[in-house]
Every structure is written in structure tokens, then in C-alpha cells.
Nanobody, 124 residues
Framework: QLQLVESGGGLVQPGESLRLSCAAS????????IGWFRQAPGKEREGVSC????????NYADSVKGRFSISRDNAKNTAYLQMNSLKPEDTAVYYC?????????????????WGQGTQVTVSS
């Protein structure tokens, strides 16, 4: 039922910013907590950030705290990840994922719906 499509990735220099979007269709997004994950070459997929279904609770990986900000607009059926002060180590494919329920969970296996991903490359 639920489909997710990421957009907003690209090539930027260190210190610059990007805003990723996750557009949902097929089901009301306010039934789902939304997580952002990333996978760099040769590494396992890791959690970046998550936001509860109502947008009240958020969490972030230590590596992105203070630089990234997650948000959502349930009326528009869209979630966002604002990425500031980007570093080369942020280079990865970024995925949004949805978990049916109010709260986030730490394990990516708790998210049942996934987008196809969008490439973020940070290089000088």
C-alpha cells in the first residue's frame, strides 16, 4: 500500500547543505514513524534519524547530531532530512523508511516500507 520516493540528493562540497525529501503515496503517512538510513560503499546500512508519527519525538545518530534535522508534514504526506555542514564521510545512498506505528525503533528491520534511495556525495 505505502510507497516512498526519495529526492534531493546530489554532489556538494564539504560544508554545504542538502535537503532530502521523502514523498509517500498509497496510505496516510501519519500512521507511520519515518526513519532515514544511509549506506556508504563497503559498509552496512545505518540509521541516521527518525521521527515519530505525530512529529513529536526525534532521534539522531551521534555522527549527525547538530548538523542534520528531520521533520515531516503529514498534510503533504512528506518527510524531510535537512543536512547542513556536510562532510565527506556523509557520502552514501540515503533511504527513507516507514514503520507502521507511533514510535521509532533502533533496528532497521523494524521498518517495513523502503524507498529506492538517493545518492549524496560530499567531495572537494
Amino acid at each position: 500500500q505505502l510507497q516512498l520516493v526519495e529526492s534531493g540528493g546530489g554532489l556538494v562540497q564539504p560544508g554545504e547543505s542538502l535537503r532530502l525529501s521523502c514523498a509517500a503515496s498509497g496510505f496516510p503517512l501519519d500512521y507511520y514513524a519515518i526513519g532515514w538510513f544511509r549506506q556508504a560503499p563497503g559498509k552496512e546500512r545505518e540509521g541516521v534519524s527518525c521521527i515519530s508519527s505525530a512529529g513529536v519525538g526525534t532521534n539522531y545518530a551521534d555522527s549527525v547530531k547538530g548538523r542534520f534535522s528531520i521533520s515531516r508534514d503529514n498534510a503533504k504526506n512528506t518527510a524531510y532530512l535537512q543536512m547542513n555542514s556536510l562532510k565527506p564521510e556523509d557520502t552514501a545512498v540515503y533511504y527513507c523508511a516507514a514503520r507502521r506505528g507511533r514510535l521509532c525503533v533502533p533496528d532497521l528491520r523494524g521498518f517495513g516500507s523502503w524507498g529506492q534511495g538517493t545518492q549524496v556525495t560530499v567531495s572537494s
